[in-house]
């Protein structure tokens, strides 16, 4: 007798709970950060700044494929839309959104080769017996020299291309 | 019929990962000459009619559309999640694909001569 | 990072500074707890828009007050209608789950010696639905655990028939694999910090597939393809990035991340694992 009182009372509570949950129209979004949790990379270390810059060069890069595309496709219309085109785009700031495409695929690369081995498990530590302060293993020094690498050579590919870019013959 | 995610994970990461390969050759091949004269309408026309040259632009092109669209397709499906919505995410990324790549393909085999006054 | 251990005389300094590889909104070693902090708490009636403001309650502290100290303090003897959920006090039950200055933390286990400056801002958990003040309403975080069946399946076991005393074979090793991913306390935190949980409805958050990971490295759960079936959809494991943000968080070490990542290798086929289904043995009772 007392054991299906209790059930009652926690499948009623259960069932209030629900109630509440759809009276406030509530499909799930409430509360929910919504695109300001994608857009402040600030809080939560290394990796969420990896999850965040290899977002915003990945929306980058396909943004200039799909014009690079374009603009490469004046070739079929002969020299002179071709040469109308270089115009546009040889210029200093053309050179410098052109060094911001070589820093950023080069970024978007190296952190997507160590996202791969990543995602496939590898480079992350074996699961153990965690103890105080109970830190993470997989967010370990290798992950973050990966990042730390990623972050460099996309900047020594930004100086090679200003050199190239700019300091042409 | 429909690809499972667990597949579609994989066609991205192995599109990634030749998409670095063939856009390092391609960036290498405006390095071979001093780059202003590498841009120049008749250095650049010879480029297209190298037919491996050709066929290392196509391979660009469709490895970069897979993998870029796929990756617009992901963030947009986080986004929302209605049926109205993940169905025109989904048709929009196949069109996408499609239309860059035929675009494209255009621009190659008219540069390479084949349709090229 | 050298924490100057050496240096410091007494055991109960050392085992203060230990906590500070992955902390962040860390506080200088050599500044001094304050006397009194300012307490800024969220309220909010029904509805998040409903009147929502903070209010201020200043509060004395010790050296080891925690912020749930502070916040049944102020309960007790300046406002009692705060809303607030808590109960072991000790990072076991998970209950007092909250976002202390920005950062969702558990309230029982963060110090105010810990946090930087004199104002501490408690506010309720992101990416769930609010009820009131600090309070949210867990139930679609538990829906999406149970839709990861988080129990042991396993064809042999015969659990009807009560006279055998069935026993699986399971040596420390193989528990290791799987031990630290069933101290879940389900805090919820990782699902707070979850970019991916932010926007998508449908995705499980890291507690439940962490729980997926938990259950497939278990040896005696055998319906690995199962599990596997239940994940590898378009709103499953594959939506996360490993963004790391739930390992951050989780205040028992129990690294979301990781088993979600040591999942995908299996799922791609990076990783074989030849996982032997634990041995089933039966012992009839004496009777």
């Not at chain 2, 030749?18 to 309408?41: K, W």
């Amino acid at each position: 007798m007392a054991s299906r009182n209790f059930n009652t009372l926690c499948t009623s509570g259960e069932k209030i709970l629900m109630e509440i949950s759809k009276e406030r129209n509530n499909n799930d979004r409430d509360n929910r950060e919504g695109l300001k949790g994608w857009l402040n990379p600030s809080r939560y270390g290394w990796e969420r700044l990896s999850y965040w810059l290899q977002r915003l060069t990945g929306v980058f890069l396909i943004v200039y494929f799909i014009g690079h595309v374009y603009e490469t496709s004046s070739l079929t219309r002969g020299l002179d839309a071709w040469n109308a085109m270089l115009q546009l785009t040889q210029t200093p700031w053309g050179h410098l959104f052109l060094i911001l495409v070589i820093g950023t695929s080069t970024f978007h690369s190296s952190n997507g080769i160590r996202l791969i081995f990543t995602h496939a498990g590898k480079g992350l530590g074996r699961p153990g017996r965690p103890d105080y302060p109970y830190d993470a293993i997989s967010l370990n020094y290798r992950q973050r020299s990966g990042i730390w690498v990623a972050l460099i050579l996309a900047a020594v590919a930004m100086l090679y291309g200003t050199s190239v870019l700019f300091g042409g013959k | 019929m429909t690809l499972r995610e667990s597949q579609i994970m994989k066609i991205h990461y192995i599109t990634g990962l030749a998409a670095l390969f063939v856009v390092a050759v391609h960036i290498i091949m405006r390095l071979i000459m001093p780059f202003n004269t590498s841009l120049e309408y008749g250095n650049v026309i010879a480029n297209y009619h190298n037919i491996l040259y050709a066929i290392l632009l196509e391979s660009i092109l469709i490895l970069i559309a897979l993998h870029g669209f796929n990756g617009v397709r992901i963030i947009l499906i986080e986004l929302r999640q209605n049926k109205h919505w993940e169905n025109g995410v989904t048709i929009f990324t196949i069109i996408a694909m499609i239309t860059i790549v035929a675009y494209g393909t255009r621009t190659i085999i008219m540069a390479n001569g084949l349709g090229f006054e | 990072m050298d924490l100057g251990l050496n240096k410091m005389d007494k055991p109960i300094d050392k085992i203060g500074m230990l906590g500070k590889k992955n902390r962040i909104d860390d506080k200088k070693n050599d500044e001094t707890i304050p006397e009194k902090i300012l307490l800024k708490v969220f309220r909010a009636g029904g509805r998040v828009r409903d009147f929502a403001h903070f209010d201020r309650f200043e509060v004395p502290v010790q050296r080891w007050t925690t912020v749930l100290d502070a916040l049944l303090y102020a309960k007790s003897y300046q406002d009692s209608s705060i809303g607030i959920r808590y109960s072991c006090r000790m990072a076991s039950c998970g209950s007092c789950g909250m976002k202390i200055n920005g950062i969702p933390r558990l309230a029982c286990y963060t110090k105010i010696s810990e946090l930087a400056g004199s104002t501490i801002t408690c506010e309720p958990l992101l990416n769930f639905p609010h009820i009131r003040d600090l309070v949210t309403d867990f139930s679609q975080f538990f829906k999406h655990h149970k839709e990861m069946q988080p129990y042991i399946h396993n064809k042999n076991a015969d659990i009807k028939d009560t006279r055998k005393l069935s026993e699986f074979k399971q040596s420390p090793e193989d528990v290791d694999k799987y031990l630290q991913f069933s101290n879940c306390i389900k805090c919820g935190l990782c699902y707070s910090a979850c970019p991916t949980v932010a926007t998508d409805t449908k995705f499980p958050g890291p507690q439940a597939l962490s729980q997926v990971y938990r259950y497939y490295a278990d040896t005696r759960d055998d319906a690995i393809k199962e599990r596997l079936d239940i994940v590898d959809e378009r709103h499953g494991i594959w939506r996360c990035h490993f963004a790391g943000s739930c390992s951050v968080v989780c205040p028992k070490g129990i690294d979301p991340a990781l088993g979600i990542q040591l999942l995908r290798g299996y799922m791609m086929g990076f990783s074989k694992n030849e996982k032997k289904i634990a041995e089933l043995m039966d012992r009839l009772s004496e009777e």
